[in-house]
């Protein structure tokens, strides 16, 4: 709708002078700052450009910003900055802000054990040298914190857990060498002073956070996607269908077997419990319930249809505004595209609905449930490969989970659902069990 207070926006020259008039400089000035303060800019320092061309559809830095807008001027209609957060309700500006803690490394560890903080806190207590406790899960517990608060060396604010997380990070982001870690770790160490600690190579590295680690499941599958050797046929070695060896080699050296093919899945659960118990994410899960919303603007899924007729249809799940809500996505991905070699895998994601809608399509909220393999697109057998995550998904629906929210300090039962799944037209077929092609 057209508003009197923004006529400038699009009175950009001076009819006489073709220059900028002073109040669209003044109008874009003012825009920015407005653009500058919402959760968005303080995440990724960029902003959406709303000129002629971009038309919110780009983001830039500020400059690049008010250099588009000057040149172009704004796109059709943008009387009211809904791209830029206006209209959201006032309090959830706030939310963003994290309760800065001094050790965010000792947190991540606490949040990590957080169902099981106070027996461990209890036997710590009793237990007169921690370090020969006989449970497993308090020793793993105290090492993690040792390392999250000991210095690699003194003077340093840099603590163990921080170096072996930032260098685990690293060797994924770069796709590094494992003999390229040893090089670094040793580097590090020649480095640093004598007193100094620091994990010898990259083995040692993996151990500093594994306490960390959510599970995650390898099931041998076909190698002509026929079935998954799972539950009942777990034990099988040959498929069930066409008859193939499900190993390459059935003992090697070390007495594991080789299999063809495997399908790795990270399983739902976990991961929920542990977004429940992390401090500065478990209260936003209650987002979608306890924000006021502006009617008639679409901010969140739950402004739409389908969540709503959901609520009616079960009330009892949406009566606990923690149940979560999931979308699912899946689609066929070539890691090695650029090399021209044939290979397509197909991860398959779910996304937890409830967060507010600057944090839902973050990427450490973005789940790979799944990964397929390849080399081939699992066509028509996708559902073969899906049988895990559908029976958590059944299970989180029918059987629930307990789980602690810290954001409450209380346990409670969880339930989660499956609300939609995108996809492009010929997954959304294979994943239907409909043709799409052909
Ligand atoms: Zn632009
Ligand atoms: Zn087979």
Known sequence: MKRLDREWMYERLDSDTKKLRLEFVKGVQEFIIYAKQQPEYKSS??????????QNKVYLVVQEVQKHLSLKGYCDGYYDWVCHGENFPVEERIVEERIVSDNPYRDMVEDSLRDNIDQIREEALNAEVVDESPNPLVRAFFEMLKHGEQPVYEGTKFTLLQSAARLINLKCEWNLAHKCIDSFTSYIRDIIPEK??????????????????????????????CMIFWEDDADLDKCKKCGEDRYKCKTTQNGKSVSKKVLTYFPLGPRLQRIYATKHIAGQMRWHYENPRVSGIMSH??????????????????????????????????????????????????????????????????????????????????????????????????????????????????????????????????????TTAG
């Open 45 to 54: 320092k960029q902003i959406r450009c709303p000129c002629e061309k971009c």
């Open 196 to 225: 100094g600690v620091m994990t010898r190579n990259l083995y040692e590295t993996k151990k500093v956070p594994k306490a960390l680690q959510l599970p995650c499941d390898k099931i041998d599958v076909c190698c002509f996607g």
């Open 301 to 434: 899924p739950s402004d739409g249809e389908a969540w709503k007729h959901f609520d009616h249809q079960h009330p009892q799940f949406s009566s606990e505004p923690r149940n979560v809500r999931h979308r699912l996505c899946t689609e066929g991905f070539q890691p090695f595209g650029q090399f021209g070699t044939k290979y397509s895998c197909w991860p398959v994601m779910v996304t937890p609905y409830n967060l507010p809608p600057w944090l839902c399509m973050k990427r450490q909220f973005i789940f790979l449930s799944l990964m397929i393999p390849g080399p081939k697109n699992p066509k028509q057998n996708l559902d073969i490969y899906l049988q895990p995550l559908l029976k958590e998904l059944k299970e989180l629906w029918s059987t629930r989970l307990f789980t602690y929210d810290v954001s409450r300090k209380q346990n409670f039962i969880l339930r989660a659902s499956l609300l939609w799944t995108i996809n492009d037209f010929p997954a959304y077929g294979m994943l239907s069990g409909w």
